[in-house]
T-cell receptor, first 113, second 114 residues
Framework: EAGVAQSPRYKIIEKRQSVAFWCNPISGHATLYWYQQILGQGPKLLIQFQNNGVVDDSQLPKDRFSAERLKGVDSTLKIQPAKLEDSAVYLC???????????FGPGTRLLVL | AQTVTQSQPEMSVQEAETVTLSCTYDTSESDYYLFWYKQPPSRQMILVIRQEAYKQQNATENRFSVNFQKAAKSFSLKISDSQLGDAAMYFCALRGTNAGKSTFGDGTTLTVKP
């Protein structure tokens, strides 16, 4: 069974630029999560989708971050404009349903200069 | 609101010995799940063990076991017969059953000495 796929794996941009990350969850998983993991900290949930609807985006900085999950499968997370403090690893995870075990992708490491 | 606290930023253990990682949590939900995840350096986060809060019996997975104390809101991970491959960052996580929102602790870095 294929795992959670993410791309790109690494991205370096300058502040005020925009960037987008892509996630393809495990086939059949209805719930998709985006986390931000700053170096030395645990993952922080940015947004949670159930199919193509948003369940929780309370910690998403909506003035600069946006996410969508069209057709309830793939998802993209966008940052526009990026700030230095956005430097982090962005993790995507999926589960069959909300209480189910989450499976994580390899993450996208973002460096904002 | 949910909180997860891991009070040990770093731990070390001698190969073949036993180590216990601590985790305390707080939640207003009556039903929830607790997890331990392992994140090796520059590698993917993987599930180590999972505990349903309604189950009194502590979960075990081979060399990994938990000590779940619901009243004390404590959820520690015991690694027996430690191996070099166990070296990683370990995260404790809490997930409520209502909306499934997850909260992670800040992790414990485990070093295994040969």
């Amino acid at each position: 069974e294929a795992g959670v796929a993410q791309s790109p794996r690494y991205k370096i941009i300058e502040k005020r630029q925009s960037v987008a990350f892509w996630c393809n969850p495990i086939s059949g998983h209805a719930t998709l999560y985006w986390y931000q993991q700053i170096l030395g900290q645990g993952p922080k949930l940015l947004i949670q989708f159930q199919n193509n609807g948003v369940v929780d985006d309370s910690q998403l900085p909506k003035d600069r971050f946006s996410a969508e999950r069209l057709k309830g499968v793939d998802s993209t997370l966008k940052i526009q404009p990026a700030k230095l403090e956005d430097s982090a690893v962005y993790l995507c995870a999926s589960s069959l349903d909300p209480p189910g075990t989450q499976y994580f992708g390899p993450g996208t490491r973002l460096l904002v200069l | 609101a949910q909180t997860v606290t891991q009070s040990q930023p770093e731990m070390s253990v001698q190969e073949a010995e036993t180590v216990t990682l601590s985790c305390t949590y707080d939640t207003s939900e009556s039903d929830y799940y607790l997890f331990w995840y392992k994140q090796p350096p520059s590698r993917q986060m993987i599930l180590v063990i999972r505990q349903e809060a309604y189950k009194q019996q502590n979960a075990t997975e081979n060399r990994f076991s938990v000590n779940f104390q619901k009243a004390a809101k404590s959820f520690s991970l015991k690694i027996s017969d430690s191996q070099l491959g166990d070296a990683a960052m370990y995260f404790c996580a809490l997930r409520g059953t209502n909306a499934g929102k997850s909260t992670f602790g800040d992790g414990t870095t485990l070093t295994v000495k040969p």
